[in-house]
Nanobody, 116 residues
Framework: QVQLVESGGGLVQAGGSLRLSCAAS????????MHWYRQAPGKQRELVAG???????NYVDSVKGRFTISRDNSKNTMNLQMNSLKPEDTAVYYC??????????WGQGTQVTVSS
C-alpha cells in the first residue's frame, strides 16, 4: 500500500506551463513504474506518461515534446513538467504507482484547466 498526493494543478492560459508533483508515503523504488493519467469530463481516463524504476519513459502521442516525466527515488516523488499547454490538456491528473503485476495505487487527482 502507498498513499499518493498530487499537487501543482491550477488554471493557466494556453501556451503556459505547469509542474505537477506526486509525493508518495513510501519508497517508490519498490514499484515497477510510476504513471501520470488524466481524465477529462465525459472521457475515459488515459495514460499520459510513465517512467519505470529504471528510468525508461513513455508518453501518449498528444503530449510528446511538451511534457516531461521524472522521478526522484531519494525523495519518493514524481513530477510532470507540462509546457505549451493546450485547452485539450484540461483534465484531472492522477498519479499512480504500478506494481509488476499491474496493480495500480492512485492519488486523489489534481485539476488542470487550460484557458484559450
Amino acid at each position: 500500500q502507498v498513499q499518493l498526493v498530487e499537487s501543482g494543478g491550477g488554471l493557466v492560459q494556453a501556451g503556459g506551463s505547469l509542474r505537477l508533483s506526486c509525493a508518495a508515503s513510501r519508497r517508490i523504488s519498490v514499484f515497477y513504474a510510476m504513471h501520470w493519467y488524466r481524465q477529462a469530463p465525459g472521457k475515459q481516463r488515459e495514460l499520459v506518461a510513465g517512467i519505470t524504476n529504471g528510468g525508461s519513459t513513455n508518453y501518449v502521442d498528444s503530449v510528446k515534446g511538451r511534457f516531461t516525466i521524472s522521478r526522484d527515488n531519494s525523495k519518493n516523488t514524481m513530477n510532470l513538467q507540462m509546457n505549451s499547454l493546450k485547452p485539450e490538456d484540461t483534465a484531472v491528473y492522477y498519479c499512480a504507482a504500478v506494481t509488476l503485476g499491474d496493480a495500480h495505487y492512485w492519488g486523489q487527482g489534481t485539476q488542470v484547466t487550460v484557458s484559450s
